[in-house]
C-alpha cells in the first residue's frame, strides 16, 4: 500500500473510533498516538493492522472481533473494561443487515438448528470442567452474598430455581435444554421427582448418563436426545417444565412453536419455569457473538415472550431479572479461564483462545451495561389454585444477616 493510502487510512479508522467518546482511551497505530475523549485514558487499543472502513461500516463488532481474534489488535489494560466502554455505547456500532442476511437469519430446521447447537457444547467437556464450576452449570449463578463462590452461586441458582417450581414428592419434571445434569439431579435428590431432561449435545448426553448411574438415580432420571419438537410425540405428560438457557437456540421463528410444545405436554394446572437471556426490544443479534459462538442464536424480548404466553393461556405468576447476578457469573468464568490458560493451550490455538477471553469478556460488559438482562417467568397452564397466594420463594429468607 502506497504511504499516502497507509495515512488515509489510519485517519479515517481514528475518525470512525473517535465516536466511541464517551470516555477517554488511546489509540496507538505505528508510530502515532490519538486520545479520544477527555481525561486520563482507561486503556489503549493497540492496532498493528488497520482495519478498512468498509469492514467497520459493513458490522463494527465483527471487523473489531475479528481484528482482536488475529492479533491485529491489542488492549493494553483490562480487556474487559475497555469492552465495557465501548458496549456501553452499541448503539453506535454499524451493522448492515443485509450484506449480512445469510449470517443474521439462518435456517431454523432441526438438521440446522441441531448443527449450530453442537458446534458450540460439543466443544469438549474436558474443556468446559476447567472453567465452568463442579456443578457444570452454564447458566447465571445467583449470589445470595458477596463473599459467595461461583460453586456456591450456582447451587443459590438451583436451589431457588426448584423452589419456585413448587416440587412436590412423585412429581414429574422436564428439563428442556438439561446441560449435564445437575439441577435435575437435585431434583431427584431433593424432592424425589421423577425427571426427564433432554438436550442436542452428544457430549451433555454422555455426561449426564454417567452422573445418573454415579448417583444411584436410574430410577428417577432419565436424559434423552431429543429436539423440543419432538415432545408431544414422545408421549409424556409432566407436572412441571424448566427450562434454562435454551429458549436463545429456538429462533423468533420458532417462539410460538416451542411455546405450543410445553403446552401440549404440561398438566392442566402445572408450572413452568422459563429462564432466558432477554433483550428489551426485539432484534437479530450480533453478526460476531452469531458467526464465532452460537450460530444461528437469537435474544428474546421480554414482551413478545410475554405475549405468546397468553395465547397458549399461560397464567404469569412472577417476573424476575438476574441481570447483574450473569454479570458476575461471567466474570468468575473470565478468572477460570485465564487461571487454566496452560491447559487450555494443550486443547486450542492462540485464536481459539482470543475469541473466547473475548467472547467472555464481552457478554460480561453486555450484562453489565443492560444492552441484555437474563429474566426468569413463572406461570402455570391455566388456573393453579393449590398454589400459595403469597411468594413462597425468595432471596430475603436466605440472605445471611
Request: charged share 25%.
Amino acid at each position: 500500500m502506497l504511504k499516502v493510502e497507509e495515512i488515509a487510512e489510519e485517519k479515517a479508522m481514528v475518525k470512525f473510533l473517535e465516536r466511541f467518546s464517551d470516555n477517554p482511551f488511546c489509540v496507538k497505530f505505528k508510530n502515532h498516538e490519538y486520545m479520544i475523549g477527555e481525561g486520563q485514558p482507561a486503556f489503549t487499543v493497540k492496532l498493528n493492522r488497520a482495519i478498512p472502513m468498509a469492514e467497520l461500516l459493513k458490522s463494527t463488532s465483527l471487523a473489531l472481533g475479528e481484528a482482536y481474534m488475529q492479533g491485529d489488535l491489542d488492549i493494553e489494560g483490562n480487556l474487559y473494561e475497555a469492552l465495557d466502554h465501548f458496549l456501553g455505547q452499541m448503539g453506535k456500532f454499524s451493522t448492515d443487515e443485509n450484506a449480512l442476511k445469510k449470517l443474521m437469519f439462518s435456517s431454523t430446521a432441526k438438521s440446522n438448528q441441531k448443527q449450530e447447537v453442537t458446534s458450540h457444547y460439543d466443544i469438549g467437556n474436558d474443556f468446559y470442567k476447567l472453567w465452568l464450576d463442579e456443578t457444570l452449570s452454564y447458566s447465571c449463578g445467583y449470589f445470595l452474598n458477596e463473599e459467595d463462590s461461583l460453586y456456591q452461586a450456582q447451587l443459590n441458582k438451583i436451589d431457588y430455581t426448584l423452589e419456585k417450581l413448587c416440587l412436590k414428592e412423585g412429581m414429574s419434571l422436564l428439563d428442556i435444554g438439561c446441560g449435564w445434569g445437575y439441577l435435575l439431579i437435585e431434583a431427584a435428590k431433593k424432592y424425589k421427582v421423577h425427571g426427564m431432561g433432554i438436550t442436542l449435545s452428544k457430549e451433555q448426553y454422555k455426561e449426564f448418563q454417567k452422573r445418573i448411574e454415579e448417583e444411584g438415580l436410574q430410577e428417577y432420571l432419565t436424559v434423552v436426545l431429543m429436539d423440543y419438537r419432538d415432545l408431544p410425540k414422545y408421549g409424556r405428560q409432566f407436572d412441571r417444565i424448566v427450562s434454562i438457557g435454551m429458549l436463545e437456540h429456538v429462533g423468533r421463528d420458532n417462539y410460538r412453536l416451542y411455546m405450543e410444545c410445553a403446552n401440549q405436554v404440561l398438566k392442566p394446572g402445572g408450572v413452568f419455569l422459563l429462564h432466558f437471556i432477554s433483550a428489551l426490544q426485539e432484534h437479530p443479534g450480533d453478526p460476531w457473538i452469531k458467526k464465532y459462538i452460537f450460530p444461528g442464536g437469537v435474544v428474546p424480548s421480554l414482551r413478545e415472550m410475554m405475549s405468546y404466553m397468553g395465547d397458549y393461556n399461560f397464567h404469569t405468576l412472577d417476573v424476575e431479572n438476574l441481570r447483574l447476578h450473569y454479570n458476575r457469573t461471567l466474570l468468575k468464568w473470565l478468572e477460570n479461564f485465564e487461571e487454566n490458560l496452560e491447559e487450555i493451550k494443550k486443547m486450542f490455538d492462540e485464536t481459539f483462545i482470543r475469541m473466547w477471553r473475548l467472547y467472555l469478556s464481552a457478554c460480561a460488559a453486555t450484562f453489565h451495561n443492560g444492552i441484555i438482562d437474563i429474566h426468569q417467568i413463572l406461570m402455570t397452564k391455566g388456573v393453579n389454585n393449590e398454589l400459595p397466594s403469597i411468594r413462597w420463594y425468595g432471596a430475603e429468607n436466605k440472605r445471611e444477616e
